[in-house]
């Protein structure tokens, strides 16, 4: 692409840096914002510095937090005893954007994966087996991706977690799997169906979950 | 969507208001900068900014640009005396980058379109008449899109000229429309394959150009 302002061109090529835009995207979007309100504009490029220089991780939870314990963490209405371990800042706000959860997080920042170079010491685990000691939450509820790593990471806490001189009495669950609901039957795959017979519930409690 | 964070909140509505941009990919970019090292997301700012508010437009051809004369108009290897009047700057962009243009450019800012409420006082069009006065080029090439929008700004252009007390003797053309290169027969529209029949060209000039 050609450009005949080096303005522009920093602005298309700053844009398509970011993942899953083109140059095609990012002159369109630049486009967008020479025709905006440069006030706009300033607010817009204010908002993302602000965001990236003052943000801070929760000393607690490791969640996004505008000050050094979040939100969720400082809210009194929500149950402290129970942590939901989730993988990233998206998973808090996917389960939040649910309502359904009504106690704390822990965000590992990662899962336990050696084929992409992610061991144990790079995530918040340490934090977590170090919260559970000092805190003794009633209850651990592991919600990561159901794939091997999200297994091995599972398998790595639980382990490190019995491994410590001081035993804990932490029940230790994890949310569930099977067939989703408006799922169809003949569309699931086989294991989802097949785990989804062995660990059947029963009616009663799910009818009153609806 | 609920979120833990307002700055994490402010730019994912900040991008969310981009075009094409809904929540998701929004956090999607902002989780993304937010793992980037502050300088660059401080760079990205910074010529987004920079852009909005430095950017120029040529007071000759009226593209953008980093000086009073755009980098086109002044550039003293490119024709001045043909002038190719196209809509947008993105249109600029395209030709720009098929590299078979050397003349220079006149960008009207839009086309004239009452249901859109774009009439002719809007756009670059008195600035264009008033150039072809003053700097009598060959040639003026239309590139606007083929619809009843572009015919009607040439139509309107050519009437205004026509119309100067001043006659011009300048050669006015419009790009060729026809059949793509690529392009299947059988899957061309009836209008485009009827039109490329009537206006159709020597082999030699056709072969010349390949």
Redesign the interface.
Known sequence: ????????E??V???A?????GKK?A????????K?D?A????????????????KF?QRCF????ADI???CSNSLRRQEIICVVE???D??AI??T?QFSGTYHVLGGIISPLDGVGPDQLNIDPLIHRVHKEKPQELIFALNPNIQGDTTIYYIQKKLNASPEPTTVRITTISRGIAFGGELEYADELTLGRSLQNRMPVESYMSNR
């Open positions: 692409m050609q450009f005949s302002s080096s303005l522009l920093n602005a090529n700053e844009f840096r970011l993942p899953g835009i995207t002159l369109r979007l630049v486009l967008h914002l020479l905006t440069p706009k504009v300033e607010a817009f490029g204010d908002a993302v510095s602000r965001m990236r220089n003052e943000i929760c969640n996004v937090s505008d979040c939100s969720i990233n800042i998206r808090v706000i939040e954007s309502q």
